[in-house]
C-alpha cells in the first residue's frame, strides 16, 4: 500500500526540503519505491538541490503536455553513489536496499511558469475558464498519484508543499494521507486551519536549541573549526552528542511546545529535529543521511521514518 507524505510549513525557511530530500533518500536506500514531488511552485527548489535539468516538468505533465515517464528523473544512481555505508553488513541488513528506487519530479522556477498554474490558463478568459482549468489541473495532480501507484509500484510519494495556505498547497494536502508540518522554533504562532484536510498531521519541529552551543562537560565546541566552511566535504559533527543538560533542554522544550499546541492545533509532535550549526551554516547541505550516516542530523531523520512508520502501521 502506497504513503502519500506530504512536507508542508507556515512560513518559508523551515528547512522542510532538507529534511523532505534526506527522508525520501534514505528511504529509498531502504529498499522502497520512492517519489519525491516539489509542488511548491511558487519557488521550486529540488532542481537547486539535486543539480538536475529534467526533460520535462510537472508542470508539463499537469498540461497535458508530458506522459508520467518524461517527468520523471531516476536518481537511484546518486542514492548509491553518495551512501557511504554500503558495506556488506548494512546490505545483510537491509536486504531490500538493492531493490530501492528514487525518482524525483521537479517544478519549473520560470517566471512564466508560475504564474501560468497559479492562474489555471496559459492565456487570457474571465474566471470561469481559471475555474475550469484549475479543476483540470487538480484532476491531472489526483492522476499522477494515482499512476505513480499502479504504474511504478510506489511505497512512498513524498510532496514539498508551498508553504502557508495557497491553492497548490491546498491541494497537495488534500492529496496526501499524512502531513508533517514543518515548524521552526519561534515560528510557532500557527493556525489550526493546517488540520483540516482529512491528512493525519503531526508536528515537525526542526533546528530546536540546545545542540549548537559549547559541549559542558569538556568546554569544546561541539562543531569543529573546520566544520563552518564554504566546502561542504568538511561536513561533520563531533560524535559525543549533547551533553546530559542539554538533552534535558531538548527534552523540556519538547514537552513545552507539546502541552502548548498539542490542544490548541490537535497535533502531535513526531520528532523534534535540533539545530546542528554544520547543516544550518554550510554552503549547501546535501544528502547528510548518506554521506554522513554517522552524523546526529541523519540519526535524527532515520527515528523520524521510524516513528513515521510506527504511526502508519497503528492506522492500518
Keep these: 500500500m ?3 507524505i506530504a512536507f508542508h510549513s507556515y512560513k518559508g525557511g523551515t528547512g522542510k526540503t532538507t529534511i523532505a530530500a534526506n527522508f ?3 528511504l529509498a536506500n531502504r529498499g522502497y519505491h520512492v517519489f519525491l514531488l516539489d509542488l ?10 539535486f543539480e538536475k535539468e529534467p526533460k520535462k516538468w510537472i508542470n508539463d505533465f499537469l498540461y497535458s503536455n508530458a506522459e508520467l515517464e518524461e517527468v520523471l528523473t531516476d536518481l537511484t544512481p546518486t542514492v548509491i553513489e553518495n551512501n557511504k555505508n554500503n558495506s556488506e553488513n548494512n546490505r545483510k541488513k537491509n536486504k531490500k536496499s538493492n531493490n530501492g528506487k528514487l525518482w524525483v519530479a521537479f517544478s519549473n522556477s520560470k517566471k512564466e511558469e508560475i504564474y501560468k498554474l497559479e492562474g489555471g490558463t496559459s492565456g487570457g478568459g474571465g474566471a470561469g475558464r481559471q475555474d475550469t482549468s484549475k479543476i483540470q489541473l487538480l484532476r491531472r495532480f489526483i492522476l499522477l498519484r494515482e499512476q505513480l501507484i499502479s504504474q511504478y509500484d510506489a511505497d512512498y510519494i513524498i510532496i514539498d508543499t508551498s508553504p502557508g495556505i495557497r491553492y497548490w ?10 502531513l508533517f508540518l514543518t515548524l521552526k522554533m519561534g515560528d510557532l504562532d500557527i493556525e489550526g486551519s493546517f488540520t483540516k484536510f482529512g491528512a493525519k498531521s503531526y508536528l515537525l519541529l526542526n533546528r530546536v536549541a540546545g545542540y549548537c552551543v559549547p559541549n559542558i562537560r569538556d568546554e569544546t565546541p561541539m562543531v569543529s573549526p573546520a566544520t563552518v566552511s564554504n566546502d561542504d566535504s568538511t561536513l561533520h559533527l563531533r560524535n559525543n552528542g549533547p ?17 502548548m499546541l498539542s490542544d490548541e492545533v490537535g497535533m502531535n509532535i513526531i520528532s523534534a529535529i535540533p539545530c546542528y550549526c554544520d547543516i544550518q551554516f554550510t554552503r549547501k547541505e546535501f544528502l547528510t543521511v548518506l554521506r554522513y550516516p554517522d552524523h546526529p542530523f541523519a540519526k535524527q531523520v532515520e527515528q523520524l521514518i521510524e516513528s513515521m512508520q510506527g504511526v502508519l502501521q497503528t492506522k492500518v
Excluded at 169 to 178: E, G, H, K, M, Q
Aim: hydrophobic share 35%; glycine share 2%; charged share 15%.
Design 2 to 4: 502506497a504513503n502519500c
Design 169 to 178: 498547497s491546498i491541494n497537495a494536502l488534500a492529496v496526501a494521507d499524512t
Design 24 to 26: 525520501a533518500a534514505s
Design 40 to 49: 511548491d511552485i511558487y519557488a521550486p527548489s529540488l532542481q537547486s538541490y
Design 243 to 259: 551533553s546530559g543538560l542539554m538533552q534535558l533542554q531538548q527534552e523540556q522544550t519538547k514537552k513545552d511546545v507539546k502541552n
